[in-house]
T-cell receptor
Framework: DAGVIQSPRHEVTEMGQEVTLRCKPI?????LFWYRQTMMRGLELLIY????????DSGMPEDRFSAKMPNASFSTLKIQPSEPRDSAVYFC???????????FGSGTRLTVV | GNSVTQMEGPVTLSEEAFLTINCTYT??????LFWYVQYPGEGLQLLLK?????DKGSNKGFEATYRKETTSFHLEKGSVQVSDSAVYFC??????????????FGKGTLLTVNP
């Protein structure tokens, strides 16, 4: 099992550019989560999907952020346009229906300059 | 809503010292409780969990007991090693209605163990 796979590992972009983060959950897991980690705010849940359907996006900071899950094996988090305050580590996690624990990916470190 | 409060640290210990990281929570119903560990440059890994009152989770020498009467889930280890240096997060998932899926984290505690 390769675990939750995120790409890219690092992303440096200029303010105003579009950024797309990608996640492949563990096969068979039916829930997927996007978290953001910063020193100031800690770990924040942005959005989660259950069976590919967005259930709660109340943590998405603003309209510049959007997330999709077109199928059970792929999700994207897009920021358009990006701003320096979006700089953070973004984690994807998946969970199966039989265990309360999550499996996290290694994260994408985003730097917006 | 649900919340988790943990000692923020940083915590600095010498090798073989005893470790306690305090964690208390606020939640309705009967949440499941977790400790996650994050090593430098890596994602979060589940360290241990407890799903009902008085359960003790344990792994790699770490232990935590689900105390409903004090709403606590303190992490302990009898003898820490340099390799235990990491950030530790206390977390919970709800056990009622729509909050069941949501994992709520504490702020994290940075542990540094010196040789």
């Amino acid at each position: 099992d390769a675990g939750v796979i995120q790409s890219p590992r690092h992303e440096v972009t200029e303010m105003g550019q579009e950024v797309t983060l990608r996640c492949k959950p563990i096969s068979g897991h039916n829930s997927l989560f996007w978290y953001r980690q910063t020193m100031m705010r800690g770990l924040e849940l942005l959005i989660y999907f259950n069976n590919n359907v967005p259930i709660d996006d109340s943590g998405m900071p603003e309209d510049r952020f959007s997330a999709k899950m077109p199928n059970a094996s792929f999700s994207t988090l897009k920021i358009q346009p990006s701003e320096p305050r979006d700089s953070a580590v973004y984690f994807c996690a998946s969970r199966d229906g039989t265990d309360y624990g999550y499996t996290f990916g290694s994260g994408t470190r985003l730097t917006v300059v | 809503g649900n919340s988790v409060t943990q000692m923020e640290g940083p915590v600095t210990l010498s090798e073989e010292a005893f470790l306690t990281i305090n964690c208390t929570y606020t939640a309705t119903g009967y949440p499941s409780l977790f400790w996650y560990v994050q090593y430098p440059g890596e994602g979060l890994q589940l360290l241990l969990k407890a799903t009902k009152a008085d359960d003790k989770g344990s792994n790699k020498g770490f232990e935590a007991t689900y105390r409903k009467e004090t709403t606590s889930f303190h992490l302990e280890k009898g003898s820490v090693q340099v390799s235990d240096s990491a950030v530790y997060f206390c977390a919970l998932t709800g056990n009622s209605g729509g909050s069941n899926y949501k994992l709520t984290f504490g702020k994290g505690t940075l542990l540094t163990v010196n040789p």
